[in-house]
């Protein structure tokens, strides 16, 4: 628990608990890129390729106003004729260069962007996999998928063509000023004073577009987040008649995404057009300088012709590198929210010296003064000094009404969380100490709300065994019940369910989800309302497999159905995150108390049903 509060309330990590957009704010303009430099450092034979075709191409092109110069100075003489035919063969082949440099560049370069976003997209999402739900309590999902999608494409942009165009035009510009002050030092003087009138407006102002870019990135997550919950919804949406409201809500989203984009724009375009003046303003400068000094005799007409076409080389590098830099600030962005999740550090973890487990497994649970709050309500005690042991092999039926911790001790057992106070053991270890993946392998979970992926029946059974074989799944169907309704899907067990399962009933998803913890085989079940959603006989049936598979296993089930808390050795009541009783089914009735009262109100169709089924009278009284 200690270890949990530390990681919840320092460094990156606990900020970005507290607000997962802020974790590595405040880094320079493009500091925020640093996270990508370990992706890209992996291909360090692809970068020295981009290296050599980026030197040979700028050397390539910084060799052609030297060739004009001596055209212009030499060529239109008598004897010109057979050096113009010379260096016009020799351009030839430094355009061959630049052309086989280009086509080099843009390959190593592009597949190496292609190569990092997808390894920065697999890192990012095996970092998801492995944080815990209160990472995912303050955070929307569909936010997060915005993080995966929008934001590691603008990072591939980058990487694809903007970082290839700045070491491109890095290169032009570094050897365009270094020809110039080799061609003419005194006109370099020109060129190189309003360098840094260039260059401190872009860094001045890259923080700005930065954040700019950064806004406009969390606009467009919120609306893509609201997107992925009205369309996971969208049932309920049209039942309730907000199909309107909710595409003008988004629409409002939507706007207001474009409006931080165009803040965005806005000031990218500013940095850019104050970068060409000062950059045009420069060449202006040296061709009037210049023309002087070729009308004085001081310098020939080449000459000042090689050193323009060098300034204009660098003035169109350094004015490219400017819109560079506002693309490069845009991507730190996106960089930089996709950093935040690789920085977070899951509060529960493995031990890095765990306790072993005991094996054979014996399934025996204990909750110890255990007491614990939600992250995210830390008024409310969901468990306030709960105790209790479960045998192995014993079921225990929770019960109690809505919000009293039945399923909070669920998610304890699991370890989603840890508790504030007290400990939970499985066979006698605590559950920090054990290794989280051995301690889940021993527990086997059917939630009241069923989740069914978008992949085969059979994949969605398997989901907990993925090596188990086609007949230990259509035997685990037949256990719960589920087998009939999958041989009459279109193509049985090799069906793709859609996403979420939506095209199959509540009950047909309930029974997939037994048929998966069946098919684990572990050696505690923790059933959440495990048959809530099914029919009557549907029921009886699913009741009965599940009977035979709790032989031998411990069990905790919450329950509303009559049938299943008899079927429990024994019954414990919660209200309040209290344990308030203890006791069987007939002790308990007999007390008169809370569980009394819950069986008259909450069991009432229960015990309806229990008794036409024992009375046919009472069975066409009810009809």
């Known amino acids: 628990m200690m270890a949990r509060r530390r990681d919840a309330s320092s460094g990156a990590t606990g900020d970005l608990r507290d607000d997962p957009r802020a974790a590595l704010r405040g880094r320079a303009p493009l500091g925020a890129l640093k996270p990508l ?24 092109t910084l060799v052609v106003p030297i060739a004009i110069r001596r055209v212009i100075d030499h060529g239109f003489s008598p004897e010109g004729q057979a050096l113009i035919n010379s260096y016009f063969v020799a351009l030839l082949g430094v355009v061959a260069v630049l052309a086989v440099s280009s086509a080099g560049r843009y390959y190593s370069v592009v597949t190496l962007g292609e190569r990092v976003v997808a390894d920065l997209r697999s890192a990012v999402f095996a970092r998801l996999t492995s944080l815990d739900p209160t990472f995912f309590d303050k955070s929307q999902s569909g936010e997060i998928v915005s993080r995966l999608t929008a934001d590691a494409t603008q990072v591939k942009a980058v990487f694809g063509v903007s970082i290839s165009i700045l ?45 700019r870019s950064r806004a406009a990135q969390d606009r467009l997550a919120d609306a893509s987040a609201y997107a992925a919950e009205a369309v996971g919804a969208v049932r309920t949406m049209q039942a309730f008649g907000m199909g309107r409201a909710t595409a003008e809500r988004f629409a409002g989203a939507s706007e207001n995404a474009y409006r931080a984009a165009r803040a965005s724009i806005t000031a990218r375009a500013l940095l850019t057009g104050v970068a060409i003046f000062l950059i045009s303003a420069s060449v202006v400068g040296v061709l009037w300088y210049g023309a002087k000094g070729v009308l004085a005799g001081s310098m020939s007409a080449g000459l000042l012709s090689q050193f323009v076409l060098y300034a204009v080389f660098g003035a169109s590098a350094l004015g490219q590198l400017s819109e560079v830099y506002g693309e490069l600030a ?32 014996r399934g025996a649970v204990a909750f110890e003064s255990v007491r614990f709050r939600y992250p995210t309500r830390p008024e409310h005690a969901a468990l306030d000094g709960i105790s209790f042991t479960a045998a192995p092999g014993e079921r225990i039926a929770l019960v109690g009404p809505s919000g009293a911790g039945k399923t909070t001790v669920l998610q304890l057992l699991l370890r989603f969380y840890d508790p504030d106070e007290g400990r939970v053991t499985i066979d006698g270890v605590p559950l920090p100490q054990a290794d989280l993946d051995a301690l889940r392998a021993r527990l086997s979970l059917v939630p009241q709300d069923p989740v069914v992926f978008s992949g085969t029946v059979l994949e969605n059974i398997r989901y907990g065994r993925p090596g188990a074989s086609e007949a230990e799944v259509e035997e685990a169907a037949r256990l719960a019940n589920a087998d ?20 199959l009933s509540g009950g047909q998803r309930q029974r997939i989800a037994i048929a998966r913890a069946i098919l684990k085989d572990a050696p505690v079940l923790l059933l959440d309302e495990a048959t809530s959603a099914l029919d009557a006989e549907s029921e009886r049936a699913v009741q009965n497999a599940l009977d035979r598979l709790m032989q031998g296993r411990t069990t905790l089930v919450i329950a509303h159905r009559l049938a299943t808390i008899r079927a429990a050795d024994r019954i414990l009541v919660f209200d309040g995150g209290k344990i308030v009783e203890e006791g069987t089914h007939e002790s308990l009735l007999a007390r008169g108390a809370l569980y009394a009262q819950l069986a008259s109100l909450q069991f009432a169709d229960s015990f309806d049903e229990s008794a036409r089924a024992r009375d046919p009278r009472a069975k066409h009284a009810a009809e």
Do not use: D, K
């Open 37 to 60: 430099i370990p992706f890209a450092s992996r291909y360090r034979g692809r970068i020295l390729a981009a290296l050599i075709s980026l030197i040979a191409a700028s050397g390539a």
């Open 167 to 211: 070491l491109r035009n890095l290169f032009l510009f570094v050897g365009a000023v270094v020809m110039m002050v080799w061609t003419s030092p005194g006109l370099s003087i020109l060129v190189l004073a309003a360098i840094p009138l260039i260059v401190f407006p872009l860094i001045l102002s890259g923080r700005g577009v930065r954040r």
């Open 330 to 361: 845009q991507a730190a962005g996106a960089a930089e929210r996709l950093g935040e999740i690789l920085a977070a550090e899951p509060a529960i973890r493995s031990p890095e010296h765990p306790v072993a487990l005991p094996s054979p497994a």
């Open 484 to 503: 009939g309704f999958i041989r009459a899907l279109p193509q049985g067990y090799a069906t793709l369910l859609g996403e979420r399962g939506t095209t």
